[in-house]
């Protein structure tokens, strides 16, 4: 799961760019997007045709998907799930701008439909796009799920902070867990720094990639900044396809996947 409880700190980007790099890599790998912002669903250009055929519906009892009479999601991540014309390894679970309602759904339950949904699926690699939040039901589905948490940061005021507050996030989880009886394993790859400016880089940005450093949670290759991201993201299309100009931040991630992806 790839978190950060800031908003524009690289997260979306480090998520969809690990997800094509996993699948590049011979891995079949879903994206869920649990974002109600959708942004790595519009970034793969496949929005739900309505707001019944997305996450939500997995994680709703009250959807109208006719899986079965029960609304049990066991397997339901295989069914929904869209094949990518990025690469014929690649899946995904699209997001809607409804998922937030969920967020005010209060029944224990529904934190366990993500993972159930996931009972029998046969992928290699499952990355989760989660909500820049510190809590709620979206975020511990997620939590429920995860082996392996990955922060994302990029060098604005907010970079180290969203960093920060995902660390307590997962903390909290954690503690609760074990006061369940229900210890939850899950690793700390570390942070992604999406955006570096290698040239007259900013003083702000020296200083969190320093404090991400001394706190042990800086990823390398740090992945440069690049204008062919935000243009590949607004044409919603696989970076790679802007040639050269994408070299350099395909092979970072490249390289970060290799060191992430087990």
Same mark, same amino acid.
């Given at each position: 799961?790839?978190?950060?409880?800031?908003?524009?700190?690289?997260?979306?980007?480090?998520?969809?760019?690990?997800?094509?790099?996993?699948?590049?890599?011979?891995?079949?790998?879903?994206?869920?997007?649990?974002?109600?912002?959708?942004?790595?669903?519009?970034?793969?250009?496949?929005?739900?045709?309505?707001?019944?055929?997305?996450?939500?519906?997995?994680?709703?009892?009250?959807?109208?998907?006719?899986?079965?009479?029960?609304?049990?999601?066991?397997?339901?991540?295989?069914?929904?799930?869209?094949?990518?014309?990025?690469?014929?390894?690649?899946?995904?679970?699209?997001?809607?701008?409804?998922?937030?309602?969920?967020?005010?759904?209060?029944?224990?339950?529904?934190?366990?439909?993500?993972? #159930?949904?996931?009972?029998?699926?046969?992928?290699?690699?499952?990355?989760?796009?989660?909500?820049?939040?510190?809590?709620?039901?979206?975020?511990?589905?997620?939590?429920?799920?995860?082996?392996?948490?990955?922060?994302?940061?990029?060098?604005?005021?907010?970079?180290?902070?969203?960093?920060?507050?995902?660390?307590?996030?997962?903390?909290?989880?954690?503690?609760?867990?074990?006061?369940?009886?229900?210890?939850? #394993?899950?690793?700390?790859?570390?942070?992604?720094?999406?955006?570096?400016?290698?040239?007259?880089?900013?003083?702000?940005?020296?200083?969190?990639?320093?404090?991400?450093?001394?706190?042990?949670?800086?990823?390398?290759?740090?992945?440069?900044?690049?204008?062919?991201?935000?243009?590949?993201?607004?044409?919603?299309?696989?970076?790679?396809?802007?040639?050269? #100009?994408?070299?350099?931040?395909?092979?970072?991630?490249?390289?970060?996947?290799?060191?992430?992806?087990?």
């Amino acid at each position: 799961m790839i978190a950060s409880t800031k908003g524009g700190e690289g997260k979306t980007t480090t998520a969809v760019h690990l997800s094509k790099v996993s699948a590049m890599l011979g891995y079949k790998t879903l994206f869920i997007d649990l974002d109600p912002s959708m942004d790595g669903t519009k970034w793969f250009n496949l929005e739900p045709a309505d707001d019944d055929f997305f996450i939500g519906d997995i994680l709703s009892a009250d959807g109208t998907a006719d899986k079965n009479p029960d609304r049990n999601p066991v397997g339901w991540a295989m069914q929904m799930a869209l094949q990518s014309d990025w690469d014929e390894n690649l899946f995904v679970i699209p997001s809607h701008e409804s998922l937030g309602t969920l967020e005010l759904n209060t029944d224990p339950a529904m934190e366990l439909r993500l993972k #159930k949904s996931l009972i029998g699926a046969d992928y290699d690699v499952v990355i989760i796009d989660c909500p820049n939040r510190s809590g709620g039901p979206l975020l511990r589905s997620a939590l429920l799920v995860a082996d392996t948490i990955i922060y994302s940061a990029t060098g604005d005021e907010g970079g180290y902070e969203g960093v920060n507050g995902a660390r307590k996030a997962l903390q909290i989880f954690q503690e609760e867990q074990e006061l369940r009886g229900y210890p939850a #394993k899950i690793e700390e790859a570390g942070t992604v720094f999406c955006g570096y400016q290698e040239v007259a880089t900013p003083r702000m940005t020296s200083k969190i990639v320093d404090d991400l450093r001394e706190l042990g949670v800086l990823l390398t290759p740090l992945v440069p900044a690049r204008t062919c991201v935000r243009e590949s993201r607004t044409a919603r299309r696989w970076v790679g396809e802007w040639g050269k #100009k994408s070299e350099p931040v395909i092979n970072a991630y490249m390289e970060l996947g290799k060191k992430i992806i087990k």
